[in-house]
């Protein structure tokens, strides 16, 4: 990490460090939930303050259109251009918006609506500023081999279907991916500005979307096994059958639809799930901490689920 580059952060794009500011706030407000996840299982959004708070997100998002960026990809790499900017404006907003849906107890079709009026969003986004798939064609460091490159990139990819079906979840759930969505933007900056390197973003990316493992602890276990094979359902269907994105996703909520009438409560859920927990670290931290090592434990075969489909 370059120290001395930190200076490079204040620009003359925003003089009274209002997107900063707010920036510093917004990294205040996650950790916070965070410790209330780890700390109480919940991460207690449950009065208008708490509310309240997720318009520091909202107006970290909206500031951020103040700074002049490139207007084509750079692929010396991970850095902010026009379709990832708007990409990620969109995203955070989904989140915010189903927290939303979630602390009024409106009906779930209003989030699976957010869910498809996003997709939508991004895919007239990308038609006007196609620049590469945003997160499959991200820049990997040279150094990194070709078969290690594929696995970081089908990682993101996958952390994409968990954070959408982390959306009908529940309010921590909702909330919790825009954590890595946020994030993201700043880690870009700070490459730009040469304050850290290709691979440090893809370290402090994968942690930022990581953490979101631990929202299972305020899931109910029947969600989280749904979940686990939607996950699975979604890659055939998408990546082997080349299923259409929201062909693949109405199947998905549909069958989650008739699966919510049968709730069940399990035994030991408590340790059921901090076992879930222990078993994603175990499959994707290596994938990170040591990227010249072997594929994960459990990692699925890559040819048979990364292939060339648009944004999911």
């Not at 602890?217 to 259409?244: C, D, T, V, W």
Request: some cysteine; proline content about 4%; glycine content about 2%.
């Amino acid at each position: 990490m370059n120290f001395e580059n930190i200076p490079k952060l204040v620009t003359k794009e925003d003089p009274y460090f209002f997107h900063k500011s707010i920036g510093i706030l917004s990294l205040w407000h996650f950790e916070y939930r965070y410790y209330k996840l780890l700390s109480k299982n919940t991460m207690n959004i449950t009065t208008d303050y708490d509310l309240a708070c997720l318009l520091i997100h909202v107006l970290l998002s909206a500031s951020s259109f103040q700074f002049k960026i490139p207007q084509s990809r750079n692929y010396t790499g991970p850095m902010i251009y026009p379709e990832f900017r708007l990409h990620n404006l969109l995203f955070s907003y989904r989140s915010i918006l189903c927290a939303l849906f979630f602390y009024y107890k409106a009906p779930l079709v209003f989030n699976m609506l957010a869910c498809y009026l996003t997709m939508v969003g991004a895919d007239i986004v990308t038609h006007y500023y196609k620049d590469g798939t945003t997160m499959r064609d991200i820049q990997v460091d040279s150094t990194i081999s070709e078969k290690k490159q594929k696995e970081i990139r089908l990682f993101h990819s996958k952390m994409q279907i968990c954070a959408t079906l982390f959306m009908i979840g529940n309010i921590d759930s909702a909330f919790s991916p825009l954590f890595a969505i946020q994030l993201s933007s700043f880690l870009m900056t700070l490459v730009r500005k040469n304050i850290i390197k290709t691979n440090a973003w893809h370290f402090l990316y994968a942690l930022s979307l990581m953490v979101n493992i631990f929202v299972y602890n305020s899931l109910p276990l029947n969600f989280i096994l749904f979940q686990q094979a939607a996950f699975k359902l979604f890659l055939y269907l998408r990546f082997h059958m080349g299923q259409n994105k929201y062909v693949a996703w109405s199947v998905i909520y549909g069958l989650y639809y008739l699966y919510i009438q049968y709730p069940y409560s399990f035994v030991y859920e408590s340790y059921m799930k901090k076992i879930l927990v222990a078993l994603y670290f175990i499959n994707y931290l290596p994938l990170f901490l040591f990227p010249s090592c072997e594929s994960p434990i459990f990692q699925s075969n890559l040819s048979f689920y990364f292939r060339p489909v648009s944004t999911i």
